[in-house]
């Protein structure tokens, strides 16, 4: 066990590690950042914050060092480096879980070698045959980079052939993952913890709404069938198992017509669809991942209330700073905001949760909400 009092390090100054770093502060443990850019949103609350390149082995080492434990806010950090520092101090998780979920070729075939069910796929390398590939898929399909994609970066639906071409000239020379497309009646994920002893405990299952491939909307409890949130929770526990993770994982999963349900991507670290986590349970992601990686006891989530998550993003700012008083006037309504310099459109700079006493009133009074704050 990592007692209160030490320093838990975080490589990535985002969001997920501000958010991070409040919880463990909260609980006595000083926390160290690592980011490339200077003035990041957890440096802002972080005991100490080193700005370098991740590359950079002889910084990276007196960081690690440092550190009685290092963990991740971001899963695209560079495996070599990581390899690198692994005799200097405990990594939760382990870099080859990182290396495994940054690469959507590992990702899939991890994924069939384990047995999880998951769309068809097909690989193609580096200048590889890419319409080859696209007809192993079919059409249609989603074709996507191999490496470092989130909020739908880098990826492109072929819905039908009038679409290969542009497919064929954007990702051309490039390494892809060509996915078959799901005919989803909704996307759901569960955030689970696994601790180096084994304990698991996993978060109520989110309903996810995304608009422009960022999500808007995280809807709990998900409006599915018990038997379909049970099967995911199972299927995040198992996978968490299977992959030795030690830390927290968000496992984003597809359902079917039939109620089948199907692993889309792996986040080996807190995941936006989780912030609900903040105001309607008994225990925050972020608590339980510094419990996870530190060896304490987790806890047993409980979902205090029904509730929504509403991403805010830097499209708010288009008329000038959104109109927070209106929002914080809502006594059902808690505002979570990133300390982010710049509002870009895309950018993720905060969210907000809404508590009700059924989703479908949450849901109604977060669009409302976010209307009034897009104005």
Same mark, same amino acid.
């Not at 066990?1 to 009092?5: E, F, L, T, V």
């Given at each position: 066990?990592?007692?209160?009092?030490k320093?838990?390090?975080?490589?990535?100054?985002?969001q997920?590690?501000r958010?991070l770093?409040q919880?463990a502060?909260r609980?006595g443990?000083?926390?160290?950042?690592?980011?490339?850019?200077?003035?990041?949103?957890?440096?802002?609350v972080?005991?100490?914050?080193?700005?370098?390149?991740?590359e950079d082995?002889?910084?990276?080492?007196?960081?690690?060092?440092?550190?009685d434990?290092?963990?991740?806010?971001?899963?695209n950090?560079?495996?070599?480096?990581?390899?690198?520092?692994?005799?200097?101090t405990?990594?939760?998780?382990?870099?080859?879980?990182?290396?495994t979920?940054?690469?959507r070729?590992r990702?899939?075939?991890w994924?069939?070698?384990?047995?999880?069910?998951?769309?068809?796929?097909?690989?193609?390398?580096a200048?590889?045959d !890419?319409?080859?590939? /696209?007809r192993? #898929?079919? +059409? &249609?399909?989603? @074709?996507?980079?191999?490496d470092?994609g989130?909020?739908?970066?880098?990826?492109?639906?072929?819905?039908?052939e009038?679409?290969?071409?542009?497919?064929?000239q954007?990702f051309a020379g490039?390494p892809?993952?060509?996915?078959?497309f799901?005919?989803?009646?909704?996307?759901v994920?569960?955030?689970v913890?696994?601790?180096?002893?084994?304990?698991m405990?996993?978060?109520?299952?989110a309903?996810?709404?995304?608009t422009n491939h960022i !999500?808007d909307?995280? /809807?709990?409890? #998900?409006? +599915? &069938?018990a038997? @379909?949130?049970?099967?995911?929770e199972?299927m995040?526990?198992e996978i968490?198992?299977?992959?030795?993770?030690?830390?927290?994982?968000?496992v984003?999963l597809?359902?079917g017509?039939g109620?089948?349900v199907?692993?889309?991507?792996?986040?080996?670290?807190?995941?936006?669809?989780?912030?609900?986590?903040m105001?309607a349970c008994?225990?925050s992601?972020?608590?339980?991942?510094v419990?996870?990686?530190?060896?304490?006891?987790l806890?047993?989530?409980?979902?205090?209330?029904p509730?929504?998550?509403?991403n805010i993003?830097?499209?708010?700012?288009a008329k000038g700073?959104?109109d927070?008083?209106?929002l914080?006037a809502?006594p059902?309504?808690h505002?979570?905001l990133?300390g982010k310099?710049?509002?870009?459109?895309?950018?993720?700079m905060?969210?907000?949760?809404?508590?009700?006493?059924?989703?479908?009133?949450?849901?109604a009074?977060a669009?409302?909400?976010k209307?009034e704050?897009?104005?």
């Open positions: 066990m990592i007692p209160a009092g320093t838990i390090g975080v490589l990535g100054g985002g997920l590690g958010m770093a919880a502060k609980m443990y000083r926390l160290h950042v690592f980011e490339p850019q200077a003035r990041c949103p957890a440096g802002a972080a005991d100490m914050e080193v700005n370098a390149a991740y082995i002889a910084v990276l080492s007196a960081f690690a060092r440092e550190c434990v290092l963990t991740y806010e971001f899963e950090v560079p495996s070599a480096p990581l390899r690198a520092i692994e005799s200097l405990k990594l939760c998780p382990h870099w080859n879980v990182l290396e979920a940054q690469n070729s990702e899939k075939n994924l069939k070698r384990n047995g999880f069910p998951h769309a068809r796929f097909a690989e193609v390398a200048n590889g !890419l319409l080859a590939g /696209i192993e #898929a079919g +059409v &249609p399909c989603v @074709v996507k980079t191999a470092f989130y909020d739908g970066k880098g990826q492109l639906k072929v819905m039908t009038a679409d290969v071409p542009a497919a064929l954007r490039q892809v993952v060509i996915e078959q799901v005919n989803f009646t909704c996307e994920s569960a955030v913890a696994r601790s180096a002893a084994g304990e405990e996993v978060f109520p299952v309903e996810n709404i995304h !999500l909307f995280s /809807i709990v409890p #998900a409006r +599915v &069938p038997a @379909v949130a049970s099967r995911a199972a995040a526990q968490a198992e299977r992959i030795g993770l030690v830390g927290v994982m968000g984003e597809f359902v017509h109620g089948e199907l692993v889309n991507e792996l986040a080996p670290r807190t995941h936006n669809s989780g912030h609900y986590t105001d008994n225990v992601q972020f608590e339980q991942q419990r996870a990686i530190c060896g304490l006891p806890v047993k989530p409980a979902l205090r209330s509730v929504v998550m509403v993003l830097g499209d708010a700012w700073e959104p927070w008083a209106a914080r809502r059902d309504t505002l979570h990133y310099a710049e509002a870009r459109p895309g950018r993720k905060g969210h907000f949760n809404v508590l009700a006493g059924d989703v479908e009133s949450a849901l009074r669009r409302v909400a209307a704050l897009y104005r």
